[in-house]
């Protein structure tokens, strides 16, 4: 089993839709969660960052963590053709010594 | 966020040549740097991690002479490939971690080497 599982999509949303991310873990010494945004043939840009459960919210993004059922979520509202991308989560035990990625869900936002 | 850059964006060589891969913090001091690798439409395999001026600790599978890592100071570290070979083509990305003081270990990614190995 990996240790962290998401699905590769792609997910395609027409403009304006909430679009909904997932992960799930199966450690439970994961304490940090974070999403990134990566365009093609780019490097991975962090989005939100979380410790522990509960909800964090930046502008249009929101990310969940719900720790009892090793899930983490991250949410656009008002999804724009400029979202397209690969959203990957990430997450880490407390002593940050490695992250440990989701395989990445592709999502493609139409105008 | 941090910036971190990567140099080169791009390269190809022929076989059996060495490429270095050159990976800076530029507005922080990364005590620790980590190499990745990305297939096309896979996720980030880490490699290694370095921690400045300590030898890197290299992922199981990674051989150790073939992908060489230096992290000399805290704004840089190198990626050497020798004597590449066509399979070693790939995406090769880098990211900076600065101290853990406060709790936030987040990383901070470089926009990545495209390797081509002819």
């Known amino acids: 089993q990996k240790e962290v599982e998401q699905d590769p999509g792609p997910l395609s949303v027409p403009e304006g839709a909430i679009v909904s991310l997932n992960c799930t873990y199966s450690?439970?010494?994961?304490?940090?969660f974070m999403w990134y945004r990566q365009y093609s043939r780019k490097g991975p840009e962090l989005l939100m960052y979380?410790?522990?459960?509960g909800n964090k919210e930046d502008g249009r993004f929101t990310a969940q963590v719900d720790k009892s059922s090793k899930y983490i979520s991250l949410f656009i509202r008002d999804s724009q053709p400029s979202d397209s991308a690969t959203y990957l989560c990430a997450m880490s035990a407390i002593n940050f010594n490695k992250f440990y990625f989701g395989s990445g869900t592709k999502l493609n936002v139409k105008p | 966020g941090a910036v971190v850059s990567q140099h080169p964006s791009r390269v190809i060589c022929k076989s059996g040549t060495s490429v270095k891969i050159e990976c800076r913090s530029l507005d922080f001091q990364a005590t620790t740097m980590f190499w990745y690798r990305q297939f096309p439409k896979q996720s980030l395999m880490l490699m290694a991690t370095s921690n400045e001026g300590s030898k890197a600790t290299y992922e199981q599978g990674v051989e150790k002479d073939k992908f060489l890592i230096n992290h000399a100071s805290l704004t840089l570290s190198t990626l050497t490939v020798t004597s590449a070979h066509p399979e070693d083509s790939s995406f090769y990305i880098c990211?900076?971690?600065?101290?853990?003081?406060?709790?936030?270990?987040?990383?901070?990614f470089g926009p990545g080497t495209r390797l081509t190995v002819l």
């Open positions: 979380t410790y522990s459960s």
């Open positions: 450690n439970s010494a994961f304490q940090y």
């Open positions: 990211s900076a971690r600065a101290g853990l003081v406060g709790g936030r270990g987040e990383q901070f």
